[in-house]
Nanobody, 130 residues
Framework: QLQLVESGGGLVQPGGSLRLSCAASGFILNYYAIGWFRQAPGKEREGVSCITSSGGTTNYGDSVKGRFTISRDNAKNTVYLQMNSLKPEDTAVYYC???????????????????????WGQGTQVTVSS
């Protein structure tokens, strides 16, 4: 059974930074593309970023481009989301999940669509407020 555990959330002032971690247990994270998603109260879940299993390709949502950076350390079985220049509208519960990939013309890219219900973490709260 896959288990993903998010950590690193908290309260931060606007303009501040946080680094979220997504750790895997019970399986080897290296085999999966991983994505970060968020859901704010009353809003639909939004894809934030994803990274392929090798770490060679990343993808970002328009609202976080230039501010967030996704990375992974396969030796530590962990994916990270570095969040800089945080804004109040970044407030949400952040989830990591194994995501789908598309391959064409010899290139593989991740898409921000989860593999299914069993491939999600429980989430970590990020609150950006003064």
């Amino acid at each position: 059974q896959l288990q993903l555990v998010e950590s690193g959330g908290g309260l931060v002032q606007p303009g501040g930074s946080l680094r979220l971690s997504c750790a895997a247990s019970g399986f080897i994270l290296n085999y999966y593309a991983i994505g970060w998603f968020r859901q704010a109260p009353g809003k639909e879940r939004e894809g934030v970023s994803c990274i392929t299993s090798s770490g060679g390709t990343t993808n970002y949502g328009d609202s976080v481009k230039g501010r967030f950076t996704i990375s992974r350390d396969n030796a530590k079985n962990t994916v990270y989301l570095q969040m800089n220049s945080l804004k109040p509208e970044d407030t949400a519960v952040y989830y990591c999940a194994a995501v789908k990939v598309l391959s064409s013309f010899g290139q593989t890219r991740c898409i921000m669509t989860g593999l299914g219900p069993g491939y999600w973490g429980q989430g970590t709260q990020v609150t950006v407020s003064s």
